[in-house]
């Protein structure tokens, strides 16, 4: 089921299939760096993981940077995508702008979807989730990023295999649709 978000054509349509994996990502207004340090992570962090117990979505892989955050999911019942984005950018824009006591500010533009329909799109999302700090300039190694899933996958596939799937997957020249050039 396709369901158009608007008129604004920057703003693609979101196709909701059940027993999907997807690729979401949404991003602060202006691409401002939000979440710049631990603390503000930490909120975005526990509005997300609140939002994936809330909707009973299984995450996959997870990043959160300064202006955005990317997750791969896995989802029963699609309906409830745009309630569960709704949930963790609404709670996180109301906790962080108390935190920065900032009340009223505009935190979250808009959010993409993506539905990864087989291996190549999986892996390769996993692996763009993973690569985000070093291509921001975050961090030089992967493992050094503490706001990502990137050493969970190590722990639950080992090293070998993390990195054998970024050879087979890899995201060099890999851009979403939803980063603007």
Same mark, same amino acid.
């Given at each position: 089921?396709? &369901?158009?978000?608007? $008129?604004?054509?920057?703003?693609? *349509?979101?196709?909701?299939? /059940? !027993?999907? +994996?997807? &690729?979401?990502?949404? $991003?602060?207004?202006?691409?401002? *760096?939000?979440?710049?340090? /631990? !603390?503000? +992570?930490?909120?975005?962090?526990?509005?997300?993981?609140?939002?994936?117990?809330?909707?009973?979505?299984?995450?996959?892989?997870?990043?959160?940077?300064?202006?955005?955050?990317?997750?791969?999911?896995?989802?029963?019942?699609?309906?409830?995508?745009?309630?569960?984005?709704?949930?963790?950018?609404?709670?996180?824009?109301?906790?962080?702008?108390?935190?920065?006591?900032?009340?009223?500010?505009?935190?979250?533009?808009?959010?993409?979807?993506?539905?990864?329909?087989?291996?190549?799109?999986?892996?390769?999302?996993?692996?763009?989730?993973?690569?985000?700090?070093?291509?921001?300039?975050?961090?030089?190694?992967?493992?050094?990023?503490?706001?990502?899933?990137?050493?969970?996958?190590?722990?639950?596939?080992?090293?070998?295999?993390?990195?054998?799937?970024?050879?087979?997957?890899?995201?060099?020249?890999?851009?979403?649709?939803?980063?603007?050039?």
């Amino acid at each position: 089921m396709i &369901f158009p978000q608007g $008129r604004n054509i920057h703003r693609p *349509p979101h196709v909701f299939l /059940d !027993n999907a +994996k997807y &690729f979401i990502a949404s $991003r602060t207004v202006g691409w401002s *760096p939000t979440f710049d340090n /631990d !603390n503000k +992570k930490q909120i975005l962090y526990d509005c997300i993981f609140n939002a994936l117990n809330k909707f009973n979505f299984i995450c996959d892989s997870w990043v959160i940077l300064n202006n955005h955050y990317q997750l791969v999911i896995d989802v029963k019942d699609s309906k409830n995508i745009f309630l569960f984005i709704k949930q963790i950018n609404g709670s996180s824009s109301r906790k962080i702008n108390k935190f920065d006591d900032r009340l009223g500010r505009k935190v979250w533009d808009q959010y993409w979807d993506t539905i990864l329909d087989n291996d190549k799109n999986y892996w390769t999302h996993v692996n763009y989730n993973h690569h985000n700090p070093v291509k921001h300039g975050y961090v030089k190694e992967m493992k050094d990023y503490k706001w990502s899933d990137f050493n969970e996958h190590i722990e639950k596939y080992g090293e070998e295999a993390v990195y054998e799937r970024f050879e087979l997957y890899p995201v060099v020249d890999f851009t979403p649709p939803w980063v603007e050039e």
